[in-house]
Structure formats: structure tokens, C-alpha cells
């Protein structure tokens, strides 16, 4: 009985340890089963387009889900308060503003301004209105930014000046305090874009063109003085045009200025010798990169009647590359007889063949590197009787610096007719633009030219008016003064050799002002105090 009573108790505790193992197994079974839990339902409001909605959504919904859900779209430029991804609670508000951006475009006026150039080419007091001020326009795009149909904000977008202005321009006499002397010819000047003329004597100034608009790229008196070649700025800024040649007719004083029909001419025009009322120019193509313009290196000849109708047009020379740094741009001299052409190029110094047109190198040149956005190309001169070219070479310098960095520069004379080159005098500085006089008979002709204070850095140096008989000999500095700033490089005019008093008057242009140079005498003179002139030519 003790054994059967054993076996019994044992079976009972191992049913006890299964039922609790089947318990165990039915609690873990539970807990890996997810939960089911049933949602609420919260009530909110949608205010948008101007109406209030109300919407039965379920708990734990966001306010983008909420829109959605009511079948409203959001717009890139609307807004939600609160934002997007905010969880709504029972009873919560919602809005949808509705963002609108618009554009508004105006045109407004932008008023001329008024300047007053003092000058005293006109008597105290007097007034000349040169250029008529214009009112210019701006277009302005505003920017509106409308929330719900109510403006919230308004700024300006984007402005485009369809119109400049253009400046009134009112020029005032001042009292001249200079002597008035006496002068041969016709002595022409620039001053602030305006052309005026000098003759009989220095207090007889006249306006020849006052438009303000002259850019002095060209400004020369045909031989007889009668006429003036210039060129005037365009009306407005065009993308094709730099600038356009002009003519007019000084000897008689109602005439008005001639437009050629001729644009972009920055490097040469200039009078043909011996031929009535006709001009030979060389034309650029506008560029958006500096300089502003590839120079074409042609040669064209035109002729016009009294009233600038075009009679002859004629292409020496066409387009052309014109050698090293040829964008720059060929200049050219004709010699005063008519019969030769002269041409001047960074790499050269020659001769055209009109007839051909084609080149004929008289001096090869080392281009001068500049390191810059320029070219230097030889100055040109003739001699009064036609048989000498007065030009600058660039020679070859000492020590490590390259022969195209040299700042050596030496002036010289060509002989046409043997092809003889002579030294005249060295290290001037490269604008030392030689210039010769008229010829005086049994006593010849003067030359002069300009020498660099600092030759080594004569591209930025100020100069020294330099003399000599055309041999080279009896060599004199005639201006500035010693202890004087030197002049800004220039082209120097002799005066006409209207009678021996005049064989020896030139004139410069000094700090903005008219200097009259009489080399015979030494006395100097200034004429003009208004500090504005820049161009001159004599005739």
C-alpha cells in the first residue's frame, strides 16, 4: 500500500507542473497577439475658401490628411495653420489660406538732370543751351502678394530702363581774362562735346557744332579750313553702334552738320589731299570684350557733294587680319601731296598701294607686349614735301627684360624714295607723336615731337615739348616751364604758314586749357581758362 500511495502522489505533482505549463503557454500566446483596439472619432472645423466645414475624422488624423479628406487641395503658395503634420484633437480649427502672387508692370519718369558748363568762349552772361535735357523712362514690376483676397504685401520685383535721360546741358559765359592775340587761319577746338573755331584773333571764337555729343575719335579741318570731319556719340546706346562721322561746312556759319552714313570709326579718318570733299576712314566691329571693338584694318574712300549726298564710294582695303595684336587696329597718313599712303600697325611701318591694295612694309617692328587690354602702334607724320615718314620705332632693350617688354623707344625718319632709315632721336617715349611744320622756304621745316619725362615708363609718363630743325640739330625743351607738370601725350598743331610771323606759332592743350607756342620768340600764351578743350587742329 505505501508503494501505491507513492506512485499516486508522484502522478498528481507532474499533473499540477503540466496544467501550469499549458497556462504559461496560453499567457505567452496572448501576448504576441496584437492588440485590438477600436478607434475614436473627433469632430473639427476646415475653414477655406471662404467656407466652414465640418468633419467627423478619426482620433490621431493630421491637418494635412484632414483637407485631403474634405477633397481640397493645397496650393505650392498656401498655408495651413496649424501646419501640415500637426495631429488634430476633438474640437480644433483648421485654416487654408488661400496665397495668390501677381506681377503689376508701370512705366515711370526719370527726370533729365540739369548741368551748367561755365565757358568763356561765349561773353559774361550769355547762355547756349547745347543739349536739350529729355526725360528718360523706367519700367518697374511690382510684386502683390494677396492672402484670402487681402493684400499682404507689395515690393518691387524687377526695374529695366527702357529710356536713359539726357542731361540739359547749359553753357554760361564767363569773363575772358586772357589778351586776345592775333592768329593766321582757322584754329578749330573741342570743348565739352562741342566744336567751336578760333579765327582772325583768339577773342573771335565761334560755335560750329554744339550737340555735346562729339567723342573727338575724329576731329579734322580739310585743307582750306573750310570744313570740319568729326564724329558725334549715337543718340542712345546701340549694340552696333560706337559712334558716326560727321561733316560740316565751318565757312559758312547757317550751315548744318552732315551725317556720312558712316559708323564705328575709332582708329583713322582723315581728308584725301588734292581731292574736293572727300574722306578716307577705317571702320571697328562693336564687341561686348575689351577694348569694345575688333578693328577690321580696311580702307575706305568716299566723296560727297555740298550737301553730303554721296557721290563715289570706293574699298581700297577690304577686311584683314592687320598682323599682330591687329584688333587694335592700322592707322594711316596720307602725305600732303596726295600720292602716297602711309600705314602704321603694331608689327610695321609701310606704304599702301592704292591702286592694289595691298601693303609694303617700310620698318618691321617687335610688337610691345602691354600685358594689357591695348596695342601700341607707331605715331605717323610727313613731311611737308612729301618725301619723308617722321615715326616711332620699338627697339630691342638691354639687360633680362624681352624684346617685347622693351621700353625703349627712338624716333625716326624714313626716306621714301631710297627706303633710308635715320635715327632722329633716341629713347623719346612712345607717344612722342612727331608732328613737322609747314615749310618756310629757303629756312625749311621744323620737327617736333614729344619726350617722355620718364622714358622707362613713358606709357603712363607726362611729356616735354621738344623742337629741332628737321636734321635733327638746334635741339630746345619750348614747353611746359621748367618745374611744370608735364603735358598728357597729345597731337601737337602748327599753325598755317600764313606769313613769316607765323612760321613758328604752335598750339597745345595744357591741364584742359589752350596754350599758344611761339617757338621763334619763346613767349607762350594761354588762351582759353575754362579747363574743358582736348582736340585741336589748325588750317
Known amino acids: 500500500m505505501g508503494f501505491l500511495h507513492q506512485l499516486r502522489h508522484q502522478n498528481k505533482s507532474k499533473g499540477q507542473a503540466l496544467a501550469f505549463l499549458a497556462g504559461l503557454v496560453v499567457i505567452l500566446l496572448a501576448a504576441c497577439t496584437s492588440?485590438?483596439?477600436?478607434?475614436?472619432?473627433?469632430?473639427?472645423?476646415?475653414?477655406?475658401?471662404?467656407?466652414?466645414?465640418?468633419?467627423s475624422i478619426p482620433a490621431g488624423t493630421t491637418v494635412q490628411a484632414a483637407v485631403t479628406q474634405a477633397g481640397l487641395t493645397v496650393g505650392n503658395l498656401d498655408h495651413l495653420d496649424p501646419s501640415g503634420y500637426t495631429v488634430l484633437t476633438n474640437g480644433a480649427v483648421i485654416k487654408l489660406i488661400r496665397v495668390i502672387e501677381s506681377f503689376e508692370v508701370s512705366d515711370v519718369t526719370i527726370p533729365f538732370e540739369h548741368q551748367i558748363v561755365k565757358n568763356e568762349s561765349l561773353p559774361a552772361g550769355q547762355q547756349l543751351l547745347i543739349q536739350p535735357g529729355v526725360n528718360g523712362t523706367q519700367e518697374i514690376t511690382t510684386r502683390i502678394v494677396s492672402e484670402d483676397g487681402i493684400e499682404t504685401s507689395r515690393e518691387i520685383f524687377k526695374t529695366v530702363i527702357v529710356k536713359e535721360a539726357i542731361a540739359e546741358i547749359l553753357m554760361v559765359g564767363i569773363q575772358a581774362p586772357f589778351t586776345s592775340l592775333p592768329i593766321p587761319g582757322r584754329l578749330a577746338y573741342l570743348i565739352a562735346g562741342n566744336a567751336w573755331l578760333m579765327q582772325t584773333t583768339t577773342g573771335n571764337r565761334l560755335p560750329i557744332v554744339t550737340t555735346g555729343d562729339l567723342d573727338g575719335q575724329v576731329f579734322a579741318l580739310s585743307a582750306d579750313g573750310s570744313w570740319l570731319l568729326?564724329?558725334?556719340?549715337?543718340?542712345?546706346?546701340?549694340?552696333?553702334?560706337?559712334?558716326t562721322l560727321w561733316v560740316v561746312?565751318?565757312?559758312?556759319?547757317?550751315?548744318?552738320?552732315?551725317?556720312?552714313?558712316?559708323?564705328?570709326?575709332?582708329?583713322?579718318?582723315?581728308?584725301?589731299?588734292?581731292?574736293?570733299?572727300?574722306?578716307?576712314?577705317?571702320?571697328?566691329?562693336p564687341r561686348p570684350a575689351a577694348p569694345g571693338w575688333q578693328a577690321n584694318n580696311d580702307l575706305q574712300i568716299i566723296s560727297f557733294d555740298a550737301i553730303g549726298t554721296l557721290k563715289t564710294h570706293k574699298e581700297v582695303i577690304g577686311t584683314n587680319s592687320g598682323g599682330i595684336y591687329g584688333w587694335w587696329g592700322t592707322t594711316f597718313a596720307w602725305s600732303p601731296d596726295g600720292t602716297n599712303l602711309a600705314y602704321a600697325r603694331p608689327d610695321e611701318v609701310g606704304l599702301v598701294n592704292i591702286k592694289t591694295g595691298t601693303f609694303s612694309p617700310l620698318i618691321k617692328i617687335t610688337p610691345l607686349q602691354t600685358h594689357s587690354d591695348w596695342a601700341w602702334v607707331p605715331p605717323l607724320n610727313w613731311s611737308p614735301d612729301s618725301s619723308i615718314v617722321f615715326t616711332v620705332i620699338h627697339a630691342p632693350g638691354s639687360g633680362q627684360v624681352s624684346a617685347e617688354e622693351s621700353q625703349v623707344f627712338d624716333l625716326t625718319a624714313v626716306i621714301i624714295k631710297y627706303g633710308t632709315i635715320l635715327p632722329m632721336a633716341a629713347q623719346t617715349g612712345m607717344f612722342a607723336n612727331p608732328v613737322t611744320s609747314p615749310n618756310n622756304g629757303d629756312n625749311g621745316y621744323r620737327v617736333s615731337f614729344l619726350q617722355a619725362i620718364f622714358p622707362n615708363q613713358s606709357d603712363s609718363s607726362r611729356y616735354k615739348l621738344i623742337v629741332m630743325d628737321r636734321d635733327g640739330a638746334n635741339r630746345q625743351v619750348v614747353f611746359p616751364p621748367d618745374g611744370s607738370p608735364g603735358l598728357d601725350p597729345q597731337q601737337i598743331v602748327w599753325a598755317p604758314l600764313a606769313s613769316v610771323d607765323a612760321s613758328g606759332l604752335m598750339a597745345v592743350t595744357y591741364q584742359g586749357n589752350i596754350w599758344l607756342i611761339d617757338v621763334v620768340t619763346g613767349e607762350t600764351h594761354q588762351i582759353t581758362g575754362d579747363g574743358l578743350a582736348s582736340r585741336l587742329d589748325w588750317k
Do not use: C
Open 249 to 285: 561746312k565751318i565757312s559758312n556759319p547757317v550751315s548744318k552738320p552732315i551725317d556720312l552714313k558712316v559708323k564705328n570709326v575709332l582708329r583713322f579718318a582723315d581728308w584725301v589731299p588734292g581731292q574736293t570733299l572727300t574722306i578716307s576712314y577705317s571702320t571697328v566691329e
Open 230 to 243: 568729326f564724329s558725334r556719340k549715337p543718340p542712345s546706346s546701340t549694340a552696333d553702334t560706337i559712334n
Open 35 to 55: 492588440p485590438q483596439i477600436t478607434q475614436g472619432v473627433i469632430q473639427v472645423s476646415l475653414n477655406a475658401d471662404g467656407k466652414t466645414l465640418h468633419l
